[in-house]
């Protein structure tokens, strides 16, 4: 499960930036695929971001707009010491 979580909330937020920016240069007399490259890991970042912060600091539903309710959970593997 820890990796279908990451994989859905690595996705979402990568659509979504993906989104944004395709709508944002619509209106701009930039280079297209200039516009795309530099709005798009700053879309996905903030919003990532964002909804990252709400869902530790208001409430934990903001997660579903990440792609899933909660973050993965990695356990921690037990360090053995040599003797």
């Given at each position: 499960?820890n990796?279908?979580a990451?994989?859905i909330?690595t996705?979402?937020?990568?659509?979504?930036?993906?989104?944004?920016a395709?709508?944002?240069?619509v209106?701009?007399?930039?280079?297209?695929?200039?516009?795309t490259g530099v709005?798009?890991p700053?879309?996905?970042?903030?919003?990532?971001?964002?909804f990252?912060?709400?869902?530790?600091?208001?409430?934990?539903?903001?997660?579903?707009?990440?792609?899933?309710a909660?973050?993965?959970?990695?356990?921690?593997?037990?360090?053995?010491?040599?003797?």
């Open positions: 499960m990796l279908y990451s994989l909330r996705g979402v937020p990568a659509a979504v930036g993906w989104l944004v395709t709508a944002l240069k209106g701009l007399d930039l280079p297209a695929d200039a516009v709005l798009t700053a879309v996905i970042f903030a919003y990532y971001g964002l990252r912060l709400a869902e530790e600091h208001v409430s934990p539903r903001f997660g579903w707009l990440l792609g899933y909660r973050p993965p959970k990695y356990d921690t593997p037990e360090v053995t010491r040599a003797a």
